[in-house]
């Protein structure tokens, strides 16, 4: 099973090692990030670990928890894909989500 990042999760990524190094602790997002993905690189052999998404409640948009973040995906047949990873406290909206149709 492949693992895809949509754009609006690989921004994600990106902005927690912005919101890190403008702290002035560059390493503490490069280590977050990296823990995200390897957390991530688990999905494809349990595709059902994380959680359905609550605001949607629909059994393929899923969730892991990685406090204090949640890592928002897709789960289809062939694929997962990652849409947002996005910290815990902040709920989705449809506008929110990025992935194929």
């Given at each position: ?25 560059p ?16 999905i ?37 894909h ?13 506008a ?6």
């Amino acid at each position: 099973m492949k693992i895809l990042i949509s754009d609006s999760a690989f921004n994600d990524l990106e902005s927690i090692k912005e919101y890190y190094l403008n702290e002035g602790v560059p390493q503490k997002g490069i280590e977050f990030v990296t823990k995200i993905i390897k957390h991530i690189e688990t999905i494809p052999t349990n595709p059902d670990i994380g959680r359905k998404v609550p605001e949607f409640n629909e059994n393929n948009i899923r969730e892991l928890i990685h406090p204090p973040f949640r890592i928002v995906y897709l789960k289809e047949k062939k694929a997962i894909h990652v849409i947002r990873v996005w910290r815990s406290g902040r709920l989705l909206n449809l506008a929110d989500m990025q992935y194929p149709g």
